[in-house]
């Protein structure tokens, strides 16, 4: 052969390897792009899912505990923790915990892969985390960013099959961080709802001057008998909320009845005992005001014992009336006994209402909820 043909020979062949090199390039940088994707695929699959299991909460709390739950569930981990930045930006507080079952609204200090979070431009941070003598060594801690400003954080803590955290374990939480918006969003339409229930109240109360402030009073008496009571920050704010509204319905009572200076005849006050029913039919389609609320102004003149108002044939009397019910039932008539109203200008004492209730409990009155509105008051 000449050297022309092996020259020739000698080319076609190494553009033929440098061909086939290049295909095994190709080959292996679409193989490595598509499997990108199909990670990228699963990541997205898997964030939508979590935003599409919370989709349309509006409630801060269910909100948070959902995407915690979600979360830890997904990344398969052994705690998840969401806190919010408070007023004055120097601690936190806690609005949901999964995996370890903590109390809401509990002060977390601003200290450790936190501060280093939230003091910094770091997308994440991972490291010892402690909270409420829980100590995790391998944590995961991400920004809740809204508007390019934290508004607090989300950590993960411990893979429950003893690994670190992956890339792609870190990618996705960083992803799932993002819902802080939402979280925003749902903030803000609590604030409109708040609005939008003491513009409520304020209609209730402009009915009549002996009841200005009543309700603003009633809801002061029963968050100082639940706080006495000791119980959960949620459930605190739902008593309160429950109290500012559970009269309601008086809206649908003519204000010549409600102002009317001496005793009711039979008719009108069948029309004033309505005023439970119309306020929870007026408030029971509202998805922002949750069932206790409900409750609360449904049953708030039931006695302990099952008497009073309204009777719906549920029988309900004792521990079976909601909490709610039962606490303003104690703050309401307190309210009432030691204000002016048309039926008894003359209003009694604090030591008088008092006794009052001690006199009447387990017959109108709860006797925890009396008790702890005395320590409550001091008296």
Excluded at 72 to 100: P, Q, T
């Amino acid at each position: 052969m000449s050297k022309t043909n092996i020259k020739k020979t000698l080319s076609i062949k190494l553009k033929r390897v440098n061909a086939e090199a290049e295909i095994e390039f190709l080959h292996s940088i679409i193989e490595d792009m598509s499997r990108k994707l199909r990670g990228r695929d699963a990541e997205l699959e898997l964030l939508y899912k979590i935003i599409e299991d919370i989709a349309g909460e509006i409630d801060i709390e269910r909100f948070a505990t959902k995407i915690t739950e979600k979360t830890r569930k997904r990344l398969e981990v052994k705690a998840v923790f969401s806190m919010l930045l408070d007023e004055k930006g120097r601690n936190l507080d806690l609005i949901a915990s999964s995996g370890v079952k903590l109390r809401k609204g509990i002060k977390i200090p601003k200290d450790g892969i936190i501060k280093d979070v939230l003091d910094s431009s770091l997308l994440f941070r991972t490291g010892r985390f402690t909270i409420e003598g829980f100590s995790f060594d391998s944590s995961l801690c991400v920004p809740l960013i809204v508007q390019k400003r934290a508004i607090g954080v989300i950590i993960a803590c411990c893979k429950s099959s003893g690994r670190d955290f992956s890339d792609w374990d870190i990618r996705m939480f960083s992803n799932i961080a993002l819902v802080g918006n939402i979280i925003k969003y749902a903030i803000d339409l609590q604030k409109v709802h708040l609005q939008t229930l003491n513009v409520l109240v304020k209609n209730i109360e402009a009915k009549s001057e002996y009841t200005k402030k009543h309700s603003e009073n009633v809801a002061r008496y029963a968050v100082r008998i639940a706080k006495k009571m000791k119980l959960e920050e949620k459930m605190v704010q739902e008593i309160r909320q429950a109290a500012l509204l559970h009269d309601i319905g008086k809206i649908g009572v003519s204000d010549v009845i409600i102002n009317k200076p001496c005793c009711l005849c039979k008719e009108e006050r069948e029309n004033v005992n309505k005023h439970p029913e119309i306020g929870y039919e007026n408030i029971k389609g509202l998805d922002f005001i949750g069932e206790e609320v409900k409750n609360g102004i449904l049953y708030h003149h039931i006695d302990f014992n099952g008497g009073g108002y309204p009777s719906d044939g549920n029988a309900k009397s004792g521990k079976n009336i909601s909490l709610s019910a039962r606490i303003i039932r104690v703050a309401d008539s307190y309210e009432a006994m030691t204000s002016k109203r048309p039926y008894h200008p003359q209003k009694k004492s604090k030591k008088e209402a008092i006794k009052d209730l001690e006199d009447n409990k387990d017959t109108l009155y709860d006797p925890d909820v009396v008790e702890s509105f005395v320590k409550a008051l001091n008296l």
